[in-house]
């Protein structure tokens, strides 16, 4: 499987401000996804990161509360905008694992990356 | 987005038993059904893929019932490190949709 990185993997902010997170991977992946684990919740995915294209949102998420960028095949952004504490989450990326040329190893099989855990203040 | 529904337990079982885990999806044309486990503060890990046929890796083995909607693991002859918070996870198709999570049962193994 990828080996997946994630920056911060903690922060502390300030309501109104803006973190952008960003998740590494250490080979080309066709799909990534970003999603959010609340206090005691399951994970909710926010939305498919496309390369080259807006990023599709789930129902309850806006781009403009969580802009994403997906430059190239490893690497993705996502920024949590005029952040208030309910944003306190942990927020995590995912790739899904695809051998070259297309063929999926484990049908959709996604893997995460460790997670940054936000506290918004 | 469809459901999926978990016991979330706790399930408190002393090492060396056997326990199940059941988790039913309210989508009929789900397509792919996995288990995770995440441990405390960690990322959710892949445990097994959950094939129609049903499969076994070790100690734990994985059912699909299409007819019912339902999944199940079963882990046999429990370890102290199995203690988790057991993940049951729905791909509703197409493989460009991101995965749906169920809450999760909690399972603690008691020495």
């Known amino acids: 499987s990828a080996v997946i990185s994630q920056k911060p993997s903690r922060d502390i902010c300030q309501r109104g401000t803006s973190l952008t997170i960003q998740c590494q991977v250490d080979s080309q992946v066709t799909m990534m996804f970003w999603y959010r684990q609340q206090p005691g919740q399951s994970l909710t995915l926010i939305a498919t990161a496309n390369q080259g294209s807006e990023a599709t949102y789930e129902s309850g998420f806006v781009i403009d509360k969580f802009p994403i960028s997906r430059p190239n095949l490893t690497f993705s952004t996502l920024t949590v905008s005029n952040m208030s504490p309910e944003d306190s989450s942990i927020y995590l990326c995912s790739v899904e694992d695809r051998m070259s040329g297309g063929a999926v190893l484990v049908p959709d099989t996604q893997y995460f990356g460790p997670g940054t855990r936000l506290t918004v203040l | 987005r469809k459901e999926v529904e978990q016991d979330p337990g706790p399930f408190n079982v002393p090492e060396g038993a056997t326990v199940a885990f059941n988790c039913t999806y309210s989508?009929?044309?789900?397509?792919?059904f996995f288990w995770y486990r995440q441990d405390c503060r960690k990322e959710p890990k892949l445990l097994m893929s959950v094939y129609s046929s049903g499969n076994e890796d070790g100690r734990f083995t994985a059912q699909l019932n299409r007819a019912s909607q339902y999944i199940s693991l079963l882990i046999r002859d429990s370890k102290l490190s199995d203690s988790a918070t057991y993940l049951c996870v729905v791909n509703e198709g197409g493989g460009a949709d991101g995965l749906t999570f169920g809450k999760g049962t909690h399972l603690i193994i008691q020495p």
């Open positions: 989508n009929s044309a789900s397509q792919s």
